[in-house]
């Protein structure tokens, strides 16, 4: 029987498919591997080993150790973006996007999604002092999310949600530290007493913790 020329065509986009889903595990791996062994620590052969993959079928994929760690940090970032950036993004302009981003946050790490906590904190101090394209992919991402964040503040104040006088690029990098440090605490302590705690810290940050407009003071 002779294949008609749509048989052929969904026959060569199934090995494609299946060849995106294969590199998206090995991926979504390489991200939780990463956040325990670091960036540097991650290579073809620890990797293969991780996931029982041959090195010759993962080279198929990447072709050398920094081509792995692009694709590792783009692939956290889309993680990153689906679990904290977009509920964010969901919640009303202002004073609620920047409760929302914190909160997305805590419970990333609440729900344990990669074994050494936020791929991206990591990251950022493993490799600050390693110039090069991996050190720039993560810089850039870090540069985006406080941006996002002083954006979220900006609104807020314009709004008059936050109190006269705040300042959007104080107040953001008062928040990205919080978050950091309940990352860096939950991970050491493997204790979310601390998220909840750091989420009481936001919120009295905020103005969130005690009745009425936090904006009208």
């Given at each position: 029987m002779t294949e008609t020329a749509e048989q052929k065509t969904r026959a060569a986009r199934r090995p494609r498919a299946d060849g995106?889903?294969?590199r998206g595990a090995i991926l979504r791996a390489a991200v939780s591997l990463a956040t325990v062994d670091g960036l540097?620590?991650?290579s073809i052969g620890n990797l293969a080993a991780a996931i029982g993959m041959s090195k010759s079928g993962l080279y198929a994929h990447f072709g050398s150790k920094q081509e792995l760690q692009l694709a590792t940090v783009e692939e956290a970032g889309r993680i990153f973006d689906d679990e904290v950036v977009q509920p964010a993004l969901a919640a009303p302009a202002g004073l609620p996007q920047l409760e929302a981003v914190c909160e997305a946050f805590f419970e990333h790490l609440r729900r344990r999604t990669f074994p050494?906590?936020?791929?991206f904190s990591g990251a950022?101090?493993?490799?600050g002092t390693r110039p090069g394209?991996?050190?720039d992919a993560v810089a850039a991402f870090q540069t985006g999310f406080a941006g996002l964040i002083r954006g979220f503040a900006a609104t807020a104040i314009e709004q008059n949600q936050l109190p006269h006088g705040e300042d959007a690029i104080l107040l953001a990098f008062e928040l990205n530290g919080i978050i950091l440090a309940a990352d860096a605490n939950f991970v050491l302590h493997d204790n979310p007493a601390v998220l909840d705690l750091a989420r009481q810290v936001v919120r009295r940050r905020l103005g969130l913790s005690g009745h009425g407009d936090p904006g009208r003071r």
């Open positions: 995106e889903r294969t540097e620590g991650l050494g906590g936020c791929f950022a101090l493993e490799m394209p991996v050190k």
